[in-house]
């Protein structure tokens, strides 16, 4: 079993940034963030795996490429979100989530096996 917790949160104004911690328990496969607003559904936002040695592989969704840099500490089992140039449409609940093995889907989020428990983002306009 795998906790996650997040943190970096908070209100920031539109075009500012914010970056967002994910501390984990112990060593997973993939890490990927995804987002909650109200009245919609949870969405991808990002996610990175290890492949060995300094090679990651990461994907974004498209609301966030260019705008979003997901990162990785292994050896902090860590993952980072930093977020820049933000909208008022980025405000949502953020998890942070967990692939505990193999799988072939980085942005189905019936795939990731661990959550957090989220933390609030708002930009106001």
């Known amino acids: 079993q795998v906790q996650l917790v997040e943190s970096g949160g908070g209100l920031v104004q539109a075009g500012g940034s914010l970056r967002l911690s994910c501390a984990a328990s112990?060593?997973?496969?993939?890490s990927g963030w995804f987002r909650q607003a109200p009245g919609k559904e949870r969405e991808f936002v990002a996610a990175?795996?290890?492949?060995?040695?300094?090679?990651?592989?990461?994907d974004y969704a498209d609301s966030a490429r260019g705008r979003f840099t997901i990162s990785r500490d292994n050896a902090k089992n860590a993952v980072y979100l930093q977020m820049n140039s933000l909208k008022p449409e980025d405000t949502a609940v953020y998890y942070c989530a967990a692939q505990s093995a193999y799988s072939a889907s980085s942005n189905d989020p019936l795939q990731y096996n661990y959550w957090g428990q989220g933390t609030q983002v708002t930009v106001s306009s």
């Open positions: 990175i795996r290890w492949s060995g040695s300094n090679t990651y592989y990461v």
């Open positions: 112990g060593r997973t496969y993939r």
